[in-house]
């Protein structure tokens, strides 16, 4: 089993900043794929961004240029720094831990771009 538990979210402005960071623990694989979702009100689950325990890296077109993800492998943990934060950015971010056929998810965490 795993657990994922992320942190941080909130309401920004338009414009502004947000650091999110998600922790997994339990049975960690040596080659898993870290990653972001989002879901806004009345929309399907999306792809945010991933990376691979090697570093690479996919990102969704809307976030590209503006979210960077990174991982610690020694602390299975994955970041996603978001940069010119817009409103249509607002939604519930769930981490994700992909390994084997499998995939964990985490609670979700609110974040809100408004003024």
């Known amino acids: 089993q795993v657990q994922v538990v992320e942190s941080g979210g909130g309401l920004v402005q338009p414009g502004g900043s947000l650091r999110l960071s998600c922790a997994a623990s339990g049975v960690i694989f040596r080659s898993n794929i870290m990653g972001w979702y989002r879901q806004a009100p009345g929309k399907e689950r999306e792809l945010v961004a991933t990376?691979?325990?090697?570093?690479?890296?996919n990102y969704a077109d809307p976030v590209k240029g503006r979210f960077t993800i990174s991982r610690d492998n020694g602390k299975n943990t994955v970041d996603l720094q978001m940069t010119s934060l817009k409103p249509e950015d607002t939604a519930v971010y769930y981490c994700?831990?992909?390994?084997?056929?499998?995939?964990?998810w985490g609670q979700g965490t609110q974040v809100s771009v408004s003024t």
């Open positions: 994700s831990v992909q390994q084997g056929s499998r995939i964990y």
């Open positions: 990376i691979s325990t090697y570093g690479m890296t």
